[in-house]
């Protein structure tokens, strides 16, 4: 097949994969269709840790993100309580309401030309 990329051509000639007809199948819009099976099974590369610059990276990542999954199962991080967590979020919306209040405060001080801090005017009610 000839092909074509950025100006300069190329054969590209695809890898023949040799397959052998399953028995089940079925008919799909008027269409008969049956799954394939592969004769060989592919060769898997093995994973090589490798390091470019002082930057560690591997040619197989899907096998760091596995090493990585049973490493962080091996060693379970300690889980807060649910009152711990619903506390922490109470209390992270409340300096985001506080945080939103006061640049509210201090836009309104600047167009009306006040200069003052909206800190020392925020009460917490």
């Known amino acids: 097949m000839k092909l074509q990329y ?4 190329y054969e590209y000639t695809p ?3 040799e397959t052998v007809e ?4 079925g008919k799909y819009r ?3 269709w049956r799954f394939r099976n592969l004769k ?3 060769i898997l590369q093995p994973s090589v840790n490798l390091t470019y610059r002082g930057v560690s990276y591997s040619n197989n990542p899907s096998a760091i993100a596995q090493s990585q999954e049973v490493v962080a199962q091996a060693d ?4 807060m309580p649910i009152s711990e967590q619903a506390r922490s979020l109470m209390m992270n919306r409340d300096r985001a309401v506080k945080k939103r209040h006061q640049s509210m405060l201090s836009r309104l001080a600047a167009e009306v030309g006040l200069n003052i801090s909206p800190s020392e005017y925020y009460n917490q009610v």
């Open 15 to 17: 890898p023949v994969v």
């Open 40 to 42: 060989k099974a592919p």
């Open 30 to 32: 008027g269409l008969d």
């Open 6 to 9: 950025r100006g300069i051509s």
């Open 22 to 25: 399953g028995n089940v199948g």
């Open 76 to 79: 379970p991080t300690p889980v």
